[in-house]
């Protein structure tokens, strides 16, 4: 028999054992004839029946590669009710995007890089809403935001900083610590330090500098279990753990006669045959000058001892400065009777004289007669210092 024909709307019957149930197979309206070859043989454990669209029936494995899966035209959902979902780029380098459409646009979401270890790109920010942000694996390292206009910043469990507008608050017990230098920098406008206790500023045992564009105009150190202020670079008071104040960079200094030396009347003295005691800036040149390294009141004491004075000398010696001159040892004259000590004449005075930087001050001979000024460390001398 060549065919078994069924007309209508009749279908073949395959009946169970005891003829209870039946599996049925029927023709659906067609225009054409259509004609199903079987597989000659029994497929594989999962497998389906599929057709190569000409009719021939054969079984085939279903293939879970994501480049089969078509677009569809409704909502899709992937969910397991156990374990994990795993969505893996196994390609080197590939990475794992997200995309939808926004506003008619096809837009990337997201983008987890796969050739930098799955860093995350979104393309419009990441929004928490208020939710913490854990930063390291025990959960202990958080930023938070829960409350509007503030961030928290909590670090090993403790909530040690928090921003607010143009506020930034150091939790009790926290620090802000450099490794290395570190540098406020103000582009305009003033740094105020406010603290309702005492601020303390602890260098380790460097120096605490001030600067002003980069260069260096003051500081502060530890010296002695004291203080040492500088200008600039250089110490300019030291106060120690007792009180006691010094200023080791003060203008100050102290010359004498070392031999006996001829002054004539209008000569300068002091300019021969003398021993520095000491001259803190060398501002006390050779030629009996002291010239002020900086404008202020200077102290100046000065003695002459002339050990060849007559009876009758006459003496009314000048101070010469560059602002004004000064007389010290006014009309004085040599007695015999009256000083004790026959040819010998000590006259001493005391100046205070203001001084711009760089102007000068030295001793000039206003005698009737040629002085032989004494070398006497004791009696012949000439000594100033800035006193403010």
């Excluded at 019957?13 to 309206?29: C, H, I, M, T, W």
């Excluded at 670079?233 to 001829?262: E, L, M």
């Excluded at 003496?315 to 040819?343: C, K, L, P």
């Excluded at 070398?375 to 000439?382: D, K």
Aim: proline share 2%.
């Amino acid at each position: 028999m060549a065919e078994i024909r069924v007309n209508s709307t009749g279908a073949v019957k395959l009946y169970d054992n005891d003829d209870s149930n039946f599996v049925g197979l029927q023709a659906g309206s067609i225009s054409s004839d259509v004609t199903f070859t079987l597989p000659t043989a029994d497929g594989s454990n999962g497998q389906f029946m599929k057709t190569d669209g000409s009719g021939a029936l054969s079984f085939g494995s279903v293939s879970s590669a994501a480049d089969d899966i078509s677009t569809g035209d409704a909502a899709v959902t992937i969910a397991t009710s156990a374990g994990n979902i795993t969505v893996d780029a196994q390609g080197d380098d590939t990475d794992i995007i997200f995309k939808g459409t926004d506003g008619g646009a096809d837009t990337t979401f997201l983008t987890i890089d796969g050739s930098d270890a799955g860093k995350l790109f979104p393309n419009n920010g990441i929004d928490l809403n208020g939710k913490e942000l854990i930063l390291d694996a025990d959960a202990d390292t958080s930023i938070t935001s829960d409350t509007d206009d503030q961030i928290d910043i909590r670090i090993a469990g403790a909530d040690d900083f928090q921003f607010t507008a143009n506020t930034f608050t150091v939790a009790s017990g926290s620090k802000i610590k450099g490794g290395g230098a570190l540098t406020i920098d103000n582009a305009s406008g003033d740094i105020t330090i406010d603290s309702a206790g005492d601020i303390l500023l602890d260098a380790d045992d460097t120096d605490i500098l001030l600067k002003d564009g980069g260069s260096t105009f003051g500081g502060f150190k530890q010296v002695s279990s004291g203080l040492q202020i500088s200008g600039g670079t250089t110490p300019s008071i030291v106060a120690d753990a007792d009180g006691h104040v010094t200023k080791p960079a003060n203008p100050a200094f102290r010359i004498y006669q070392s031999s006996d030396t001829n002054y004539a009347n209008g000569h300068t003295m002091y300019n021969q045959n003398i021993t520095e005691v000491y001259d803190v800036n060398a501002d006390m040149g050779t030629n009996g000058s002291f010239t002020a390294p900086v404008t202020g009141k200077y102290l100046f004491t000065m003695a002459i001892y002339d050990s060849a004075a007559s009876d009758g000398d006459k003496y009314d010696m000048r101070f010469i400065t560059s602002n004004r001159n000064y007389r010290w040892g006014a009309r004085q004259h040599m007695e015999v009777d009256v000083t004790g000590y026959d040819g010998n004449m000590k006259l001493e005075g005391v100046i205070i004289a203001d001084m711009d930087a760089n102007d000068t001050a030295y001793i000039e001979v206003a005698s009737n007669a040629t002085i032989t000024n004494s070398g006497n460390l004791e009696h012949a001398y000439y000594s100033g210092f800035l006193i403010g």
